[in-house]
């Protein structure tokens, strides 16, 4: 429906538009009340630049994140930032090369300069498919081992999936966001968000289609819902007979099939809650309800 | 807390006389996915289609009334939906979508919501998701032992099977009826159902099964505002008699009972596997809890 235009005789004031944002900034007022953005930097390791891209993908909604919520102080591909500066969240995509040192260096850096390290994606996580790399490979012959971020230093908050989605960057966003910086409340709802993915952090940086045969049906665990196979980035999963098939030659080892089982986490004081997140993190991103 | 957050509860059926024919009970989950496709609700919905061998499902995109009534139905063993959620999003571009599952399935997909890591786009297209109750799920395997070894029936001759009462039951084409107790049944239930904590679905946007209701009736739950605001507009165009849930027999009473009795006994199992092995300095060693 095309929008009409305002009576000429009341320039300032546009119809729809205006009104809307104006209940949007009322709302979000009331939800944080915080004025304080949080720093954050992407910091690129050996991967594709997939992560960020995804990050970027949230289209408006990056703006909005930037915005209302974030400084982005460091980032290769988007600030002319050149050395790893202090930060509240640093967003690390791609694993480490140990053949090159800068890598090896700024990775300890980002740990240093970080109060939280995310390990965004999958290579940063897992290795994913930089696991593959035997060295040999045109220009740089030498370079063959790659670890993810976190066998060399720690990190809280792990992100799995090639990419992560745009969503999934979004909503851990608004949620750190709110660990640092909202209220009583919203820490505690925020932190109890995060908990499953700072254990993920913790469980160990190997990853693999196996694990939903190890860690889930061998458990006794798997009910056959099939969110595996949805998850699967190179389609390696066919459910057969109510179970996942896992055609581990295709697998390239990003953990997205297990991290989004609900059997691998399922914390019912989030999940109960999943209508009211969902509406505070579309109220958080400027979309109203009706 | 057993069963849920909800608005509201009735006990319904569907007032198509073609969706009821074919349908488990009330015709509920037909009738509001048949709806909401036609009101642009939603564009298509994932349900358990038929496959290629009797009685074993195929998850399919539904995107026609046609492909919905041809999904009608209980079949007692696993139909991986979730499986094609991305798929909807994806290869058939819906926007909006809609999906049954069992509680689990909806769990899944409210987890999918939440910790989208692995699905894009897919958080904010969920239009519709419709829970049904659930006491435990069969492999096909075990579906086959059940109708085939123990009603003596053969898969593709059996119409409809069902559950209640305590009895499994298997109607063939011919009208003839084998039942057993459900007791027999239990050995083939699925594992992974045994730490399941949700009878109802609470984490539906509406629910629905037979428990509570008079025979071809059905009980719905409408539980979250989109949930509420597509029952009522169902309601609002005639597509489902109701009848108020104090009303019928057996009730909400039986509802909770059986509720109850699935968590408690599936605490149970996860309590049991807290002290399932045993280390060296004598304390327990665990298997795996998902809810931790």
């Known amino acids: 429906m095309p929008v009409r235009e305002a009576p000429v005789e009341k320039p300032d004031l546009k119809p729809h538009d205006v009104i809307v944002e104006k209940k949007v900034e009322e709302e979000s007022k009331e939800e944080k009340p915080v004025v304080n953005k949080i720093s954050v930097g992407h910091v690129h390791m050996s991967g594709c630049t997939g992560c960020l891209v995804s990050f970027a993908d949230n289209y408006e909604g990056l703006f909005k994140i930037l915005d209302d919520y974030a400084d982005l102080v460091y980032c290769l591909t988007l600030v002319d930032v050149r050395h790893i500066p202090e930060m509240d969240v640093a967003l690390v995509e791609g694993s480490i090369c140990l053949q090159d040192k800068s890598s090896v260096k700024e990775i300890r850096e980002t740990r240093e300069k970080a109060k939280v390290v995310v390990a965004l994606g999958a290579c940063a996580c897992y290795g994913n498919i930089t696991r593959f790399c035997r060295g040999g490979q045109w220009n740089q012959p ?3 081992s790659y670890l993810p971020i976190g066998d060399i230093i720690d990190v809280d908050i792990y992100l799995p ?23 009583d409340e919203q820490k505690k709802l925020a932190g109890a968000y995060l908990k499953p993915l700072m254990d993920l952090a913790k469980r160990g940086t190997e990853a693999c289609g196996c694990d939903l045969m190890v860690d889930v049906i061998n458990q006794g665990l798997c009910m056959g819902c099939g969110t595996c196979a949805a998850s699967c980035p190179v389609r390696a999963i066919e459910m057969v007979y109510g179970k996942p098939q896992i055609d581990r030659d295709m697998c390239i080892k990003c953990g997205a099939c297990y991290t989004q089982c609900p059997r691998s986490f399922f914390n019912f004081d989030v999940m109960n809650q999943f209508e009211s997140i969902t509406e505070i993190i579309n109220s958080a991103m400027g979309k109203g309800g009706e | 807390m057993v069963l849920g957050n909800y608005k509201s ?38 349900v358990a289609g038929p496959g290629e061998e009797a009685w074993r499902p195929e998850p399919i995109v539904a995107t026609t009334r046609e492909e919905l009534l041809a999904a009608r139905g209980t079949k007692y063993t696993i139909s991986p939906n979730m499986s094609l959620i991305k798929e909807a999003t994806r290869s058939y571009g819906l926007d909006k979508v809609g999906i049954v599952g069992t509680p689990c399935q909806i769990q899944a997909l409210r987890k999918a919501q939440l910790y989208p890591v692995a699905m894009r786009d897919v958080p904010d297209k969920i239009a519709l998701a419709v829970g049904i109750f659930c ?63 949700d009878y109802v679905s609470n984490l539906a946007d509406i629910s629905t099964g037979s428990v509570g209701s008079p025979d ?22 005639g597509c489902f008699e109701t009848k108020p849930i104090e009303e019928v027999k057996p009730g909400l009473e039986l509802v909770t009972k059986l509720a109850t009795t699935k968590i408690t006994k599936n605490q149970k199992v996860l309590d049991g596997r807290a002290n399932f092995g045993l280390r060296a300095d004598g304390s327990a060693k665990a298997l795996r809890n998902p809810y931790l």
């Open chain 1, 161 to 183: 999936a090639c990419p992560p989605s745009s969503q999934a960057i979004r909503n851990i966003c608004v949620m750190a966001y709110l660990l640092l910086q909202g209220t």
């Open chain 2, 216 to 237: 071809g009736w059905s009980t719905v739950f409408a539980r979250t505002k989109i949930g509420d605001n597509v029952w009522a507009k169902a309601l609002a165009a």
């Open chain 2, 135 to 197: 006491m435990e799920n069969f492999p096909y395997a075990g579906l086959e032992a059940i109708v085939e070894d123990h009603c003596a029936v053969k898969m593709e001759s059996a119409v409809k099977m069902d559950i209640g009462k305590g009895k499994f039951s298997t109607y063939t084409e011919r009208g003839a009826v084998s039942q057993i107790p459900l007791k027999a049944t239990h050995k083939y239930e699925q594992p992974g159902c045994h730490v399941c904590l």
């Open chain 2, 9 to 46: 509860v009735c006990s319904a059926r569907s007032t198509d006389s073609g969706i009821l024919s074919g349908a488990q009970d009330g015709g509920i989950v037909t009738q509001l996915f048949a709806f909401a496709l036609e009101e642009g609700i939603i564009d298509g919905a994932i």
């Open chain 1, 142 to 144: 030498q370079q063959e």
